[in-house]
Protein backbone atom coordinates (compact mmCIF):
# COMPACT_ATOMS: atom_id res chain seq x y z
CA UNK A 1 0.00 0.00 0.00
CA UNK A 2 2.08 3.23 -1.40
CA UNK A 3 2.51 5.60 1.92
CA UNK A 4 1.55 9.17 2.43
CA UNK A 5 4.49 11.65 1.27
CA UNK A 6 5.91 13.49 4.36
CA UNK A 7 9.45 14.36 3.21
CA UNK A 8 9.35 17.52 3.83
CA UNK A 9 7.38 20.18 6.43
CA UNK A 10 5.22 21.17 3.44
CA UNK A 11 3.85 17.53 2.73
CA UNK A 12 2.30 17.85 6.44
CA UNK A 13 0.20 20.84 5.21
CA UNK A 14 -3.60 19.86 5.63
CA UNK A 15 -4.57 20.62 1.92
CA UNK A 16 -1.13 18.49 0.75
CA UNK A 17 -2.08 15.37 3.08
CA UNK A 18 -5.90 15.82 1.94
CA UNK A 19 -4.63 15.99 -2.18
CA UNK A 20 -2.77 12.69 -0.89
CA UNK A 21 -5.57 10.70 1.18
CA UNK A 22 -8.22 11.37 -1.62
CA UNK A 23 -5.47 9.74 -4.25
CA UNK A 24 -5.39 7.21 -1.82
CA UNK A 25 -8.54 6.54 -1.50
CA UNK A 26 -9.78 6.86 -5.20
CA UNK A 27 -7.50 3.91 -5.97
CA UNK A 28 -9.07 1.80 -3.26
CA UNK A 29 -12.38 2.45 -5.87
CA UNK A 30 -13.82 4.45 -2.39
CA UNK A 31 -15.86 6.88 -4.21
CA UNK A 32 -16.46 9.34 -1.53
CA UNK A 33 -12.69 9.32 -1.67
CA UNK A 34 -13.02 13.49 -0.73
CA UNK A 35 -15.52 13.51 1.85
CA UNK A 36 -13.70 10.24 3.15
CA UNK A 37 -10.71 11.98 3.52
CA UNK A 38 -11.97 15.35 5.06
CA UNK A 39 -13.92 13.44 7.81
CA UNK A 40 -10.81 11.39 8.81
CA UNK A 41 -8.43 14.43 9.10
CA UNK A 42 -11.28 16.50 11.24
CA UNK A 43 -11.42 13.35 13.17
CA UNK A 44 -8.06 13.06 14.27
CA UNK A 45 -7.51 16.86 14.49
CA UNK A 46 -10.87 17.39 16.52
CA UNK A 47 -12.17 19.74 14.56
CA UNK A 48 -14.93 20.45 12.19
CA UNK A 49 -14.45 19.71 8.19
CA UNK A 50 -15.20 23.35 7.68
CA UNK A 51 -12.54 24.83 9.69
CA UNK A 52 -10.33 22.58 8.08
CA UNK A 53 -10.78 23.91 4.89
CA UNK A 54 -10.22 27.90 6.03
CA UNK A 55 -6.67 26.09 7.68
CA UNK A 56 -5.31 24.52 4.10
CA UNK A 57 -1.59 25.58 5.08
CA UNK A 58 -2.31 24.01 8.61
CA UNK A 59 0.94 21.72 9.23
CA UNK A 60 0.29 18.31 11.30
CA UNK A 61 2.57 17.50 14.11
CA UNK A 62 4.30 14.01 13.34
CA UNK A 63 2.11 12.47 15.72
CA UNK A 64 -1.26 13.46 14.19
CA UNK A 65 0.31 12.61 10.90
CA UNK A 66 0.79 9.41 12.20
CA UNK A 67 -2.75 8.88 13.78
CA UNK A 68 -4.34 10.18 10.54
CA UNK A 69 -2.06 7.58 8.49
CA UNK A 70 -3.75 4.57 11.02
CA UNK A 71 -7.25 5.60 10.50
CA UNK A 72 -5.99 6.22 6.91
CA UNK A 73 -5.48 2.93 6.70
CA UNK A 74 -7.85 1.59 8.17
CA UNK A 75 -10.26 3.24 5.48
CA UNK A 76 -8.10 1.74 2.74
CA UNK A 77 -8.82 -1.62 3.96
CA UNK A 78 -12.43 -0.97 3.30
CA UNK A 79 -13.75 -0.54 7.12
CA UNK A 80 -16.65 1.97 7.35
CA UNK A 81 -16.41 5.50 7.91
CA UNK A 82 -18.56 5.04 10.84
CA UNK A 83 -17.14 2.49 12.81
CA UNK A 84 -13.55 4.36 12.36
CA UNK A 85 -15.52 7.75 13.65
CA UNK A 86 -17.27 5.78 16.20
CA UNK A 87 -20.38 7.81 15.14
CA UNK A 88 -23.19 8.26 12.34
CA UNK A 89 -25.96 10.60 12.35
CA UNK A 90 -29.80 9.00 12.00
CA UNK A 91 -32.17 11.55 12.07
CA UNK A 92 -30.40 14.70 13.26
CA UNK A 93 -29.39 13.23 16.27
CA UNK A 94 -25.78 11.92 16.41
CA UNK A 95 -25.46 8.05 17.58
CA UNK A 96 -22.64 5.78 18.52
CA UNK A 97 -21.98 2.88 16.13
CA UNK A 98 -19.47 -0.06 16.45
CA UNK A 99 -18.86 -3.36 14.60
CA UNK A 100 -21.67 -4.45 17.36
CA UNK A 101 -24.45 -2.71 15.22
CA UNK A 102 -25.75 -1.93 12.11
CA UNK A 103 -24.42 1.40 10.11
CA UNK A 104 -27.99 3.43 10.08
CA UNK A 105 -28.76 4.18 6.58
CA UNK A 106 -30.81 7.44 5.33
CA UNK A 107 -33.21 5.39 3.81
CA UNK A 108 -34.87 3.94 7.37
CA UNK A 109 -35.09 7.35 7.97
CA UNK A 110 -38.39 7.17 5.30
CA UNK A 111 -39.53 4.24 7.53
CA UNK A 112 -39.31 6.81 10.47
CA UNK A 113 -40.87 9.86 8.29
CA UNK A 114 -44.14 7.38 6.81
CA UNK A 115 -44.37 6.09 10.30
CA UNK A 116 -44.79 9.40 12.40
CA UNK A 117 -47.10 10.96 9.37
CA UNK A 118 -49.28 7.60 10.32
CA UNK A 119 -49.25 7.77 14.12
CA UNK A 120 -49.87 11.75 14.07
CA UNK A 121 -52.75 10.94 11.78
CA UNK A 122 -54.35 9.00 13.61
CA UNK A 123 -53.59 10.35 17.27
CA UNK A 124 -52.53 13.72 18.83
CA UNK A 125 -49.28 14.09 19.29
CA UNK A 126 -49.94 14.46 22.93
CA UNK A 127 -52.04 11.21 23.13
CA UNK A 128 -49.88 8.74 24.76
CA UNK A 129 -48.79 5.61 22.56
CA UNK A 130 -47.38 2.35 23.07
CA UNK A 131 -44.44 1.67 20.65
CA UNK A 132 -42.26 -1.68 19.69
CA UNK A 133 -38.94 -0.93 17.73
CA UNK A 134 -37.95 -4.86 16.75
CA UNK A 135 -34.27 -5.32 15.70
CA UNK A 136 -33.16 -1.79 17.27
CA UNK A 137 -29.64 -2.34 16.60
CA UNK A 138 -28.28 0.55 17.52
CA UNK A 139 -31.55 2.40 18.89
CA UNK A 140 -31.73 4.70 15.65
CA UNK A 141 -35.54 4.44 14.97
CA UNK A 142 -36.47 3.82 18.36
CA UNK A 143 -34.84 6.56 19.57
CA UNK A 144 -35.47 8.88 16.57
CA UNK A 145 -39.56 8.25 17.94
CA UNK A 146 -39.13 9.09 21.38
CA UNK A 147 -37.43 12.79 20.44
CA UNK A 148 -40.69 12.95 17.90
CA UNK A 149 -43.09 10.96 20.21
CA UNK A 150 -42.20 12.47 23.99
CA UNK A 151 -45.57 10.78 25.37
CA UNK A 152 -44.60 7.43 23.96
CA UNK A 153 -43.75 4.47 25.51
CA UNK A 154 -41.47 2.50 23.39
CA UNK A 155 -39.69 -0.64 24.17
CA UNK A 156 -36.83 -1.65 21.25
CA UNK A 157 -35.62 -5.75 21.30
CA UNK A 158 -32.96 -7.05 19.91
CA UNK A 159 -31.39 -10.46 20.24
CA UNK A 160 -27.97 -9.19 20.38
CA UNK A 161 -26.79 -7.82 24.42
CA UNK A 162 -23.92 -5.94 22.79
CA UNK A 163 -26.27 -4.08 20.37
CA UNK A 164 -28.56 -3.24 23.45
CA UNK A 165 -25.71 -2.36 25.28
CA UNK A 166 -24.61 0.54 21.99
CA UNK A 167 -28.54 1.65 21.85
CA UNK A 168 -28.59 2.26 25.92
CA UNK A 169 -25.63 4.35 25.29
CA UNK A 170 -26.74 6.25 22.48
CA UNK A 171 -30.23 7.12 24.39
CA UNK A 172 -28.32 8.32 27.34
CA UNK A 173 -26.18 10.37 25.66
CA UNK A 174 -29.49 11.56 24.03
CA UNK A 175 -31.46 12.56 27.34
CA UNK A 176 -33.74 9.80 26.04
CA UNK A 177 -33.19 6.69 28.37
CA UNK A 178 -36.01 7.16 30.52
CA UNK A 179 -38.27 7.48 27.28
CA UNK A 180 -36.95 3.59 25.68
CA UNK A 181 -36.71 0.43 27.32
CA UNK A 182 -34.35 -2.19 26.13
CA UNK A 183 -35.02 -5.86 26.07
CA UNK A 184 -32.73 -8.80 25.06
CA UNK A 185 -34.36 -11.65 23.27
CA UNK A 186 -35.81 -12.68 19.94
CA UNK A 187 -38.43 -10.45 18.05
CA UNK A 188 -40.97 -10.50 20.54
CA UNK A 189 -39.90 -12.72 23.00
CA UNK A 190 -39.03 -10.39 25.42
CA UNK A 191 -41.84 -8.29 25.28
CA UNK A 192 -44.17 -8.25 28.91
CA UNK A 193 -47.07 -10.40 28.60
CA UNK A 194 -49.34 -7.64 29.68
CA UNK A 195 -48.40 -5.94 26.13
CA UNK A 196 -50.24 -8.40 24.31
CA UNK A 197 -53.00 -6.52 22.81
CA UNK A 198 -52.07 -3.18 24.08
CA UNK A 199 -49.36 -1.80 21.04
CA UNK A 200 -50.51 0.94 19.00
CA UNK A 201 -47.21 0.77 16.96
CA UNK A 202 -45.04 -2.26 15.33
CA UNK A 203 -42.28 -0.92 13.67
CA UNK A 204 -38.67 -2.76 12.43
CA UNK A 205 -36.31 -3.17 10.02
CA UNK A 206 -35.45 -6.06 10.00
CA UNK A 207 -32.42 -8.27 8.13
CA UNK A 208 -33.29 -8.52 4.50
CA UNK A 209 -30.75 -9.55 2.60
CA UNK A 210 -30.54 -12.74 0.51
CA UNK A 211 -28.30 -15.57 2.72
CA UNK A 212 -26.34 -15.94 -0.67
CA UNK A 213 -26.10 -12.54 -1.88
CA UNK A 214 -24.68 -11.46 1.44
CA UNK A 215 -20.91 -12.11 -0.15
CA UNK A 216 -21.73 -10.17 -2.84
CA UNK A 217 -21.77 -6.78 -1.13
CA UNK A 218 -19.56 -3.70 -0.72
CA UNK A 219 -16.46 -4.91 1.65
CA UNK A 220 -17.30 -2.09 3.96
CA UNK A 221 -20.85 -4.33 4.62
CA UNK A 222 -19.53 -7.95 4.30
CA UNK A 223 -16.15 -7.93 5.66
CA UNK A 224 -17.38 -5.48 8.84
CA UNK A 225 -21.26 -5.65 9.28
CA UNK A 226 -22.35 -7.85 11.38
CA UNK A 227 -23.91 -10.82 9.57
CA UNK A 228 -27.15 -11.37 11.96
CA UNK A 229 -28.23 -7.85 10.99
CA UNK A 230 -28.00 -8.53 7.45
CA UNK A 231 -28.72 -12.26 6.68
CA UNK A 232 -32.59 -12.44 5.82
CA UNK A 233 -32.47 -15.69 4.64
CA UNK A 234 -33.01 -17.90 1.20
CA UNK A 235 -35.17 -15.15 -0.23
CA UNK A 236 -34.33 -12.16 2.64
CA UNK A 237 -38.18 -12.45 4.14
CA UNK A 238 -37.75 -15.12 6.93
CA UNK A 239 -38.03 -12.00 9.90
CA UNK A 240 -40.20 -9.90 7.73
CA UNK A 241 -42.80 -12.94 7.96
CA UNK A 242 -41.96 -13.58 11.55
CA UNK A 243 -43.06 -10.51 12.39
CA UNK A 244 -46.28 -10.58 9.98
CA UNK A 245 -47.07 -13.79 11.94
CA UNK A 246 -46.16 -13.04 15.58
CA UNK A 247 -47.44 -8.80 15.39
CA UNK A 248 -51.00 -9.34 15.79
CA UNK A 249 -50.80 -10.93 19.08
CA UNK A 250 -49.62 -7.50 20.79
CA UNK A 251 -51.28 -4.91 18.11
CA UNK A 252 -54.39 -2.83 19.50
CA UNK A 253 -56.56 -2.77 17.02
CA UNK A 254 -56.09 -0.90 14.41
CA UNK A 255 -53.09 -0.59 15.88
CA UNK A 256 -50.18 0.17 12.67
CA UNK A 257 -47.54 -2.02 11.27
CA UNK A 258 -44.71 -0.18 9.50
CA UNK A 259 -41.42 -3.02 8.03
CA UNK A 260 -38.41 -1.76 5.96
CA UNK A 261 -38.05 -3.83 2.79
CA UNK A 262 -35.23 -4.19 0.19
CA UNK A 263 -35.33 -3.50 -3.10
CA UNK A 264 -38.05 -5.96 -5.15
CA UNK A 265 -39.54 -7.41 -1.88
CA UNK A 266 -42.31 -5.24 -1.05
CA UNK A 267 -45.02 -7.36 -3.31
CA UNK A 268 -43.69 -10.66 -1.35
CA UNK A 269 -44.15 -8.85 2.00
CA UNK A 270 -47.85 -7.26 0.77
CA UNK A 271 -48.77 -11.28 -0.05
CA UNK A 272 -47.79 -12.04 2.95
CA UNK A 273 -49.79 -9.90 5.09
CA UNK A 274 -52.69 -10.29 2.73
CA UNK A 275 -52.41 -14.03 3.47
CA UNK A 276 -52.20 -13.57 7.46
CA UNK A 277 -55.67 -12.24 7.20
CA UNK A 278 -55.10 -10.02 9.97
CA UNK A 279 -54.34 -6.55 8.64
CA UNK A 280 -56.48 -4.30 6.42
CA UNK A 281 -55.26 -1.26 4.69
CA UNK A 282 -52.03 -1.76 3.28
CA UNK A 283 -49.62 0.74 1.84
CA UNK A 284 -46.15 0.77 -0.14
CA UNK A 285 -43.90 3.71 0.22
CA UNK A 286 -41.40 4.65 -1.80
CA UNK A 287 -38.11 6.42 -1.12
CA UNK A 288 -36.48 9.30 -2.49
CA UNK A 289 -34.65 6.80 -5.27
CA UNK A 290 -38.08 5.38 -5.98
CA UNK A 291 -37.58 1.92 -4.58
CA UNK A 292 -40.24 0.61 -2.59
CA UNK A 293 -39.07 1.18 1.01
CA UNK A 294 -41.55 0.51 3.47
CA UNK A 295 -44.73 -1.55 3.43
CA UNK A 296 -47.74 -0.46 6.42
CA UNK A 297 -50.56 -2.12 7.03
CA UNK A 298 -53.20 -1.80 10.38
CA UNK A 299 -54.63 -4.48 12.17
CA UNK A 300 -58.47 -5.23 11.56
CA UNK A 301 -60.81 -3.55 14.00
Known sequence: MRQLLVKTSEARGVAHILWQAEDLLAEANIASARLDAEVLIAYVLKEERWQLILQPERQLSPFELAAFQEVLTRRLRREPLAYIVGEKEFWSLPLKVTPAVLIPRPETEILVEVTLEKVRHQTPDSSPQTVVDVGTGSGAIAL???????????????????????AAENARSLGLLDKVRFLVGDLFEPLPLEMTGKVNLLTSNPPYVRSHELGQLQPEVSRYEPRIALDGGPDGLMYHRRIITESPRFLKPGGLLTLEVGIGQAEAVVSSIEENGAYDTIEIVKDYAWHDRVVLARKRR
Do not use: M, V
Open 144 to 166: ALARELPQARIFATDCSPEALKI
